[in-house]
């Protein structure tokens, strides 16, 4: 009896020292919350500039409406708010906000439920005054994001949208604000342009009336972003892509990784997401086929086709030193062992001897397939990804794709396949299994260019903080890089280079490398390939070419992608020729003199280019005579179909 009594008593002295002590702060804190409210101060979401200071992502002012909790819905003083509202606000739709406002009107809510999200600073100030005089309506200031610039910029800044409840839970700020950064730079730097919440803390009555402040803390907001674009190059790109008709990518890139412009068409209007978009609109960007709400700037891969050549070499180079050094003969095709299958060049009749300058200029396909049967599929992967191709580049955009640059593991993990021979060929011209995205391409046109791997960066200014180049060095054998990078100047400035036509006029020195990248296979028994016009849409190449410049010291990429375009040089030339003009003449090039090459240093060049005026003069004469009226209508240079 005793030790009972003793356990009795022992468990009293528990529960005392319990409720006293251990709890002491648990009881505290719900007598303060009897007579404090904290109230959250919404921070203002930073803004986002343009590299000249122009406005990309900007808040609207506006206000919010809150009505106040433990109304009944059927009651005379509701009907009254919601037809002063209704008065104020014909298009406000008054069905849906008593549906909001009843879901959210429970007996243990004693904050106003929020009915209306935003109504515009102008439209509020004629009915501020009568709204004002209902103690029931709250009426708070609010910000709406707004895109001046719309689908120009639209993938590159993103949109916010309402959060969800698993974004709330993540994110405090999210959770008090009820939007986020969905996509682009505004998911990318959410947690930067949303700032800090701020607070206030009242002495409130039992009826939860405030009768004095205690502490105010305000928010740390405007945490803005200024970006390396350029939105008028931005502007020029785009409506160059819509003049033409076609789909598809440019990038522009300093070779130091700042992204001065960056182009996926077509676009979205961004401003449609920040309220909601409607059911009608999302239908119409799900079922475009021309996929407008893909960035295809790191979400589109695609085979490279002939713009992986340069990287090829080096990684030949890279996996057996001197490799580069013999040259190899094109007859227009090529067999393995024993096969009939023949692996063609795009050009039927071949190249003859081919070294490596050559290669790249006439863009020779046995060339590459030679090589890569010297060398195998594991090595050319190996070197392939440390140049930046089938890994992600690192920019400042969310959920880069990685693409694939393939070897034999991955083909067993893909598909539990051994690999063969014949696909070691085909991945050789960038075809095959073979995909990248075009900031991938335009990263490594900068390797090439200077020998640097660099990480591309879209904003320049970060609350104020300049973003840090990430800059990492490859050494390449001099000679290897340096006949690759002269045929690059032959491909855009020697007559029978793959962009000639497009780029040797230019008023800076360009080189570069263009790409045709097959869709649709070709079957053995087509003896003549049809013309890239005479396919259906769909069936169609896709356009690359990628270029730097000034050749002897390059300071900008320029890499363009026309999906389905057919040919490089004739189809994205012209986009990449309108962009480096637009450089020059907006004086980007003003920091260094423009670059002049010595003719008397690339002697071949003086001496092809003379022979090439001669027979262009010729041609054009007697053309002219038989079609005269055909010539003129075409308003075309002759020289365009002699290569």
Same mark, same amino acid.
């Given at each position: 009896?005793?030790?009972?009594?003793?356990?009795?008593?022992?468990?009293?002295?528990?529960?005392?020292?319990?409720?006293?002590?251990?709890?002491?702060?648990?009881?505290?804190?719900?007598?303060?919350?009897?007579?404090?409210?904290?109230? *959250?101060?919404?921070?203002?979401?930073?803004?986002?500039?343009?590299?000249?200071?122009?406005?990309?992502?900007?808040?609207?002012?506006?206000?919010?409406?809150?009505?106040?909790?433990?109304?009944?819905?059927?009651?005379?003083?509701?009907?009254?708010?919601?037809?002063?509202?209704?008065?104020?606000?014909?298009?406000?739709?008054?069905?849906?906000?008593?549906?909001?406002?009843?879901?959210?009107?429970?007996?243990?809510?004693?904050?106003?439920?929020?009915?209306?999200?935003?109504?515009?600073?102008?439209?509020?100030?004629?009915?501020?005054?009568?709204?004002?005089?209902?103690?029931?309506?709250?009426?708070?200031?609010?910000?709406?994001?707004?895109?001046?610039?719309?689908?120009?910029?639209?993938?590159?800044?993103?949109?916010?949208?309402?959060?969800?409840?698993?974004?709330?839970?993540?994110?405090?700020?999210?959770?008090?604000?009820?939007?986020?950064?969905?996509?682009?730079?505004?998911?990318?730097?959410?947690?930067?342009?949303?700032?800090?919440?701020?607070?206030?803390?009242?002495?409130?009555?039992?009826?939860?009336?405030?009768?004095?402040?205690?502490?105010?803390?305000?928010?740390?907001?405007?945490?803005?972003?200024?970006?390396?674009?350029?939105?008028?190059?931005?502007?020029?790109?785009?409506?160059?892509?819509?003049?033409?008709?076609?789909?598809?990518?440019?990038?522009?890139?300093?070779?130091?990784?700042?992204?001065?412009?960056?182009?996926?068409?077509?676009?979205?209007?961004?401003?449609? *997401?920040?309220?909601?978009?409607?059911?009608?609109?999302?239908?119409?960007?799900?079922?475009?086929?021309?996929?407008?709400?893909?960035?295809?700037?790191?979400?589109?891969?695609?085979?490279?086709?002939?713009?992986?050549?340069?990287?090829?070499?080096?990684?030949?180079?890279?996996?057996?030193?001197?490799?580069?050094?013999?040259?190899?003969?094109?007859?227009?095709?090529?067999?393995?062992?024993?096969?009939?299958?023949?692996?063609?060049?795009?050009?039927?009749?071949?190249?003859?001897?081919?070294?490596?300058?050559?290669?790249?200029?006439?863009?020779?396909?046995?060339?590459?397939?030679?090589?890569?049967?010297?060398?195998?599929?594991?090595?050319?992967?190996?070197?392939?990804?440390? *140049?930046?191709?089938?890994?992600?580049?690192?920019?400042?955009?969310?959920?880069?794709?990685?693409?694939?640059?393939?070897?034999?593991?991955?083909?067993?993990?893909?598909?539990?396949?051994?690999?063969?021979?014949?696909?070691?060929?085909?991945?050789?011209?960038?075809?095959?299994?073979?995909?990248?995205?075009?900031?991938?391409?335009?990263?490594?046109?900068?390797?090439?260019?200077?020998?640097?791997?660099?990480?591309?960066?879209?904003?320049?200014?970060?609350?104020?903080?300049?973003?840090?180049?990430?800059?990492?060095?490859?050494?390449?054998?001099?000679?290897?890089?340096?006949?690759?990078?002269?045929?690059?100047?032959?491909?855009?400035?020697?007559?029978?280079?793959?962009?000639?036509?497009?780029?040797?006029?230019?008023?800076?020195?360009?080189?570069?490398?263009?790409?045709?990248?097959?869709?649709?296979?070709?079957?053995?028994?087509?003896?003549?390939?049809?013309?890239?016009?005479?396919?259906?849409?769909?069936?169609?190449?896709?356009?690359?070419?990628?270029?730097?410049?000034?050749?002897?010291?390059?300071?900008?990429?320029?890499?363009?992608?026309?999906?389905?375009?057919?040919?490089?040089?004739?189809?994205?030339?012209?986009?990449?020729?309108?962009?480096?003009?637009?450089?020059?003449?907006?004086?980007? *090039?003003?920091?260094?003199?423009?670059?002049?090459?010595?003719?008397?240093?690339?002697?071949?060049?003086?001496?092809?280019?003379?022979?090439?005026?001669?027979?262009?003069?010729?041609?054009?004469?007697?053309?002219?005579?038989?079609?005269?009226?055909?010539?003129?209508?075409?308003?075309?240079?002759?020289?365009?179909?002699?290569?």
């Amino acid at each position: 009896m005793i030790l009972i009594f003793m356990l009795i008593w022992a468990g009293m002295i528990v529960r005392l020292y319990h409720l006293s002590i251990k709890s002491n702060y648990y009881y505290e804190e719900l007598a303060k919350e009897n007579i404090e409210r904290k109230e *959250f101060i919404k921070p203002v979401r930073g803004e986002i500039t343009d590299v000249n200071g122009n406005l990309l992502a900007m808040n609207q002012i506006g206000f919010s409406i809150s009505i106040k909790p433990h109304l009944k819905a059927d009651s005379p003083r509701v009907k009254e708010i919601a037809d002063a509202l209704h008065e104020a606000f014909p298009d406000l739709n008054i069905t849906m906000m008593k549906k909001v406002y009843k879901k959210q009107s429970s007996p243990y809510n004693h904050k106003f439920i929020k009915v209306v999200d935003f109504i515009p600073y102008a439209d509020m100030m004629g009915a501020y005054a009568k709204l004002s005089l209902f103690p029931e309506i709250k009426i708070d200031a609010e910000t709406k994001r707004y895109y001046p610039y719309g689908r120009y910029a639209a993938h590159i800044i993103g949109y916010t949208g309402r959060s969800n409840k698993k974004e709330n839970a993540a994110d405090p700020v999210v959770d008090v604000v009820g939007k986020v950064g969905k996509s682009g730079l505004e998911r990318y730097y959410n947690k930067v342009l949303e700032g800090e919440l701020g607070y206030i803390i009242n002495k409130v009555t039992a009826t939860n009336k405030a009768i004095e402040v205690l502490k105010k803390v305000p928010p740390k907001d405007n945490k803005n972003l200024t970006l390396n674009i350029d939105i008028a190059l931005q502007q020029m790109i785009y409506e160059a892509f819509a003049k033409m008709k076609e789909t598809g990518v440019a990038i522009v890139m300093r070779t130091t990784g700042e992204i001065v412009a960056a182009v996926s068409y077509p676009a979205y209007d961004p401003n449609l *997401f920040v309220g909601g978009i409607s059911v009608k609109d999302w239908r119409a960007l799900q079922e475009d086929l021309a996929h407008p709400f893909t960035n295809k700037i790191t979400h589109g891969t695609y085979p490279p086709g002939s713009s992986i050549k340069m990287g090829m070499a080096l990684a030949f180079d890279k996996a057996k030193p001197g490799i580069l050094r013999s040259t190899e003969f094109c007859n227009g095709s090529m067999t393995i062992g024993n096969s009939k299958h023949k692996f063609r060049c795009w050009k039927h009749s071949g190249h003859g001897t081919v070294d490596l300058r050559k290669a790249i200029m006439q863009s020779c396909d046995v060339y590459f397939y030679k090589k890569s049967l010297k060398v195998g599929i594991d090595a050319m992967a190996k070197n392939l990804r440390s *140049f930046g191709l089938g890994v992600k580049t690192g920019v400042d955009l969310p959920r880069e794709f990685n693409g694939v640059i393939p070897d034999k593991a991955w083909k067993m993990r893909r598909f539990k396949q051994p690999w063969y021979k014949g696909e070691t060929v085909i991945s050789a011209i960038g075809q095959g299994y073979d995909s990248v995205t075009p900031l991938q391409v335009a990263r490594y046109t900068a390797l090439v260019a200077t020998g640097n791997l660099v990480t591309p960066r879209v904003a320049k200014l970060v609350d104020g903080n300049a973003t840090k180049p990430i800059i990492k060095p490859i050494a390449f054998n001099p000679y290897s890089i340096g006949e690759i990078r002269r045929g690059m100047y032959d491909v855009c400035n020697t007559l029978g280079g793959t962009a000639y036509r497009t780029m040797h006029k230019l008023p800076i020195i360009v080189a570069g490398k263009t790409g045709t990248s097959q869709v649709t296979s070709i079957p053995q028994s087509t003896v003549r390939r049809l013309k890239e016009s005479e396919l259906a849409y769909f069936h169609r190449s896709h356009a690359w070419i990628t270029t730097y410049a000034p050749y002897k010291n390059p300071q900008f990429v320029v890499t363009v992608l026309v999906e389905h375009g057919g040919h490089g040089g004739s189809t994205s030339g012209p986009i990449a020729a309108k962009i480096y003009k637009w450089l020059y003449a907006h004086n980007y *090039f003003s920091d260094k003199p423009v670059q002049k090459i010595d003719a008397a240093k690339q002697p071949e060049r003086k001496i092809v280019k003379k022979k090439a005026e001669e027979t262009n003069a010729a041609v054009e004469k007697s053309v002219k005579n038989i079609q005269p009226k055909k010539i003129r209508d075409k308003k075309r240079a002759p020289q365009l179909d002699l290569f």
